[in-house]
């Protein structure tokens, strides 16, 4: 009478049937996550940028800071760049004119290249 159980051939093949798949799967998990975070940061910068011109709209002069953008209700508070996880990363682009207030625009502090070449610090 035989006892119940795998053999450990039958194991190893169940591992290596496993092995292959994650091979398969796991670059494309890596890439949606890439993808999703780039998805949210472009989404962000708009998000700021339409708060920094209503901000000009209203006020005729562009705020001082990002954080001027929350602190005036015009953000509920300053996004967090998906690619540094982080709030102070972002880098205020001054306008031509220093009178007219300190960020004309805002892009993302983070290094490296998005999945389309461009660097983040572009957009």
Known sequence: MRRGGFTLIELLAVLAIIAMLLTIAVP????S???SKEAVLKENLNQM???IGKYYADKGKYPESIETLANEKY???VPVD???ESTVTWVAVPPEDPQKGGVYDV???AQGNALDGSTYGEW
């Open 33 to 35: 996550v890439d993808s």
């Open 107 to 109: 892009k993302s502090g």
């Open 49 to 51: 940028r339409d708060a």
């Open 28 to 31: 494309y998990y890596f890439s």
């Open 82 to 84: 998906p690619i540094t």
């Open 75 to 77: 953000l509920r508070k």
